[in-house]
């Protein structure tokens, strides 16, 4: 009886083992749909993206993990836009991400053509929700909304889905200690005196307009709802070429139909500027 017991102990330990060993699998093949070594570089595959990266530049696992990470943002996007997601699967295929080891090339998405270049991936920082919702929400990049919502969103997007190990980012994507830093630096008065306008000084300056746009397009889904702030991105559209660096709100050279905001929300963009910077 003691031997039967045993035996059926070891077959139970042995059905959980596959059992598990399984769950793991149908996890990994749930986003990772082909691995391959393909002359200079490795190649893998999910359901909505191609990911091209430079041999030895990171190892087997951290490739497992951007690719995973990129296949669920890239669903996270979907749900999230909905009817607004501009990138078409099943007529222009899938994404595709070139990841190399350049530490000089700064993280950029060209809507027209579908491709995302991701840097800093060896760091596990890189912004690869925000460079993702930029193909998503413009898909031909030649028409693009004010500057505050065309970088607003993909960084808010990118601070609400982006997955980031804590003792690796700390609080460098926590989207509201963040703009209270900016919000709180002297440094930084100019940019938000011509704020929602775009006006910055080098990097540094460039980087605090981006988090302030951020969580000026927070508190808007927050008030009026996320439909509205959809709506809102995909009607203040102009075309690339006109848009300056401090930008005209009534300029001429906005899309033919193009509503104000205060026709949106009821509001105009100095009272709600206003209201935000009162939240604060």
């Known amino acids: 009886m003691n031997h039967q017991k045993k035996f059926l102990v070891i ?5 959980v083992s596959v059992s598990l060993f399984s769950n793991v699998v149908v996890a990994e093949n749930k986003y990772i749909l082909n691995y391959q ?9 999910t359901k909505h993206a191609e990911l091209y990266i430079k041999k030895g530049y990171i190892n087997e696992e951290e490739t497992y993990t951007i690719a995973k990470k990129i296949e669920k943002g890239i669903r996270d996007l979907k749900i999230y836009l909905g009817e607004y997601n501009k990138y078409n699967f099943k007529k222009i295929g899938k994404i595709e991400y070139y990841i190399e080891d350049h530490h000089t090339i700064k993280s950029n998405a060209i809507p027209s053509n579908g491709r995302v270049h991701l840097s800093h991936v060896h760091l596990k920082k890189s912004p ?3 460079e993702t919702a930029h193909i998503l929400l413009d898909k031909n990049g030649e028409e ?17 889905f982006a997955q980031y190990e804590p003792k690796i980012i700390g609080d460098n994507n926590n989207l ?3 703009t209270q ?7 930084f008065e100019e940019v938000l005196e011509y704020f929602p306008k775009p ?34 991105y995909n009607a203040r559209r102009k075309k690339v070429a006109t848009i300056d660096v401090l930008e005209d ?14 026709e949106f929300l009821g509001t105009s963009v100095e009272k709600l500027k206003e209201q935000w910077l009162t939240s604060l």
Do not use: C
Request: proline fraction near 2%.
């Open 249 to 262: 709100n009534s300029s001429k050279n906005e899309k033919e139909g193009t509503k104000r905001i205060d």
């Open 37 to 45: 070594t393909k002359e200079d570089n490795i190649v893998v595959t």
């Open 199 to 232: 006006f910055y000084k080098g990097v540094n300056e460039q980087r605090g307009y981006y988090w302030l746009s951020a969580s000026f397009v927070k508190y808007i889904e927050n008030n009026y709802g996320k439909d509205k702030l959809l709506e809102l």
């Open 128 to 130: 690869y929700i925000h």
């Open 144 to 160: 693009i909304p004010d500057v505050w919502l065309k970088e607003g969103l993909p960084t808010y997007l990118n601070a609400k």
């Open 176 to 178: 509201d200690k963040r």
């Open 11 to 15: 077959l139970f330990l042995l059905l």
């Open 181 to 187: 830093q900016y919000y709180q630096n002297k440094e």
